[in-house]
């Protein structure tokens, strides 16, 4: 089986009005890689009449997005043409590639109407061959994404990338990832196998879970070694999971602000390629 390395509590770091909590990076983890940076948004009760998500139009390269709505919803644009309202349970999957410009903002109505929110989002770093690629945007609806039941029902997996008991994720990815939501009912057993040298993205956003004994509350980042290929955890109270797992790219990695490259040199290259206008024009 696989053991804990360590277990990261993730920091407290509120962004104007929204509860932000960030495990990854920090100062006692970089990375894991290819996973990079997660924030953790919510939970929280918006009220009426509200200014919704405060992450206008702003720039990306060599990197991949990927967002979790649990409540409330999102809506993206960007200067690839893309546009789109993801409600809860949705998943969107940006690939910023070379470069482009995008918006993250709640939708007319949730302003207007208030509601529960609670979003996270998951930076992936891309391989020095694909910093450069096209980028891409794809936004899916819950009853989009591919959805099974583990554990006599008391598990109920959302796959988003990847193959887990037979089936496939709803989204094709560039390199080889696998990555999960998992709903967990008090007493639900999971176990998977991951190769040895695959690792591991594990976060409990809701509740608590039971790793080898130990009891990890929500809002932790667990880190495993490699050192084994069977992952198994039990939900100690009703949870969610974010469920990860991909080989590490091995690269050099320089991230600055909005830009994940490899290079200082390159960091430099996408500022000015974004003062430029070549990651695109944007219009509200």
């Known amino acids: 089986m696989r053991t804990i390395k360590n277990i990261h509590k993730a920091d407290y770091h509120p962004i104007a009005d929204l509860i932000t909590y960030n495990p990854l990076p920090s100062p006692r983890l970089r990375q894991i890689d290819p996973f990079i940076f997660l924030n953790h948004h919510g939970f929280q009760t ?18 991949e ?28 999957w940006m690939t910023a590639g070379r470069g482009l410009i995008h918006a993250e903002v709640s ?9 529960d929110l609670e979003i996270l ?28 039941k583990l554990n006599d029902g008391n598990a109920h997996v959302q796959l988003i990338a990847g193959e887990w008991n037979g089936q496939q994720g709803s989204f094709e990815t560039l390199t080889p990832i696998f990555l999960s939501t998992i709903h967990l009912s008090k007493g639900a057993v999971i176990e998977k196998t991951i190769p040895s040298n695959e690792n591991i993205f594990f976060y409990i956003v809701r509740g608590k879970v039971s790793v080898w004994g130990e009891q ?3 809002r932790n980042l667990v880190e495993f070694n490699n050192d084994g290929e069977l992952l198994k955890f039990e939900a100690t109270e009703d949870a969610v999971v974010i469920l990860g797992h991909a080989i590490p790219f091995n690269e050099p990695m320089v991230a600055q602000g909005p830009f994940v490259m490899n ?22």
Do not use: C
């Open 46 to 63: 918006y009220p009426k009449n509200n200014n919704g998500l405060p992450f206008g139009p702003h720039p990306h390269r060599g990197m």
């Open 216 to 218: 990890i509350p929500f």
């Open 65 to 92: 997005t990927v967002t979790f709505i649990l409540e409330g919803d999102i809506m993206h644009k960007d200067s690839g043409g893309h546009e789109s309202v993801i409600k809860a349970g949705g998943i969107q």
């Open 107 to 115: 939708s007319s109505e949730f302003k207007k109407n208030g509601g």
């Open 263 to 284: 290079t200082q040199q390159e960091i430099m290259e996408a500022y000015r390629d974004y003062q430029l206008g070549k990651f695109g024009s944007w219009e509200d």
């Open 121 to 148: 989002q998951l930076w992936l770093n891309l391989p020095a061959k694909y910093k450069m690629t096209e980028p891409r945007y794809i936004g899916l609806q819950k009853d989009e994404i591919t959805h099974f």
